[in-house]
């Protein structure tokens, strides 16, 4: 929200997270509001589809169960993915020059593996961007796969690197509309599939989850996606080597400045992720950034 005084993290964390960047161990999720104002927001979607499908129940802001509904009339589970594949094709990219815009500000960091449960290529477009000029590659979890789909890029023995990183979309890519995580049948399905068969997640990905420094950024505390996210995320998490360092950019609600809410969302997490380290930054995604890049500019800057 526009004008909320944010809550940081502390120095340690900081001095964690710029150190793991520095070193090329951390690794960026990218959710939703990460593209706040280039997008239109899972809630406004619902509501059209609501209005315009006939949607009964008054839950109406919940993309998910919306998706799901149009899904079962249809009796197409393809069709609400199609929708959102031309909904987002005609979106214009934001700004990645603006100094607070979240996809440039991290395609500026040296790191090979960038995670998101986007749909759209926000990410790969500002690793490719001026200055940056990176060459990256673009992967989706195969959760869903069909018959006759093209082989992964890892399937060749790819290996990222800061010059040539990939974007792993978590949730599927627009361009594979089998693959989209949309409906609730689909997040279900996908903890499902993943869990029987975790090497549908690469091992190059499972090895940027369990050996590196996390880092949310762009989700809200009640978000499906989010807390799906944790979900799957919870086994890869617990045999890390060592603790891992969670770092957390949480969309601000209206009681930015009540301690007491910021300490259960905080202890929410801790609970998903038991035995972690999890630090929060309770404020817009755009406010994390800014930090983030003044943080980064003065730990590179010579001692």
Known sequence: MQGCKPQPLDAKRWASLLRAISEQRCTPFLGAEACFGAVPTASEIAREWANEYGYPLEDSHDLARVAQFVATEYRDPLFPKSLIKQRFQEIDPPNFGDPDEPHGALADLPLPVYITTNYYDFMVQALKSSP?????????????????SEPSIFASGFKPTPANPVVYHLHGHITAPESLVLTE???????VNTSKEPDLVPARIQTAFTRASLLFLGYRFTDLAF??????????LQINPTKAHVSVQLVA???????????????????????LDIGVYWGTCRQFVNDLRQNWEEFKRPK
């Open 185 to 191: 049948d689909d997040y279900l399905d996908f903890l």
């Open 227 to 236: 807390r799906v996210l944790l979900r799957s995320l919870v086994s890869h």
């Open 132 to 148: 940056r000029y990176k060459d990256p590659r673009r992967e989706w979890c195969r959760w869903n796969e069909p018959k006759g």
């Open 253 to 275: 609600m209206d009681r930015t400045d009540d301690v007491a809410l910021i300490e259960r969302a905080q202890a929410y997490l801790g609970r998903y992720c038991e035995g």
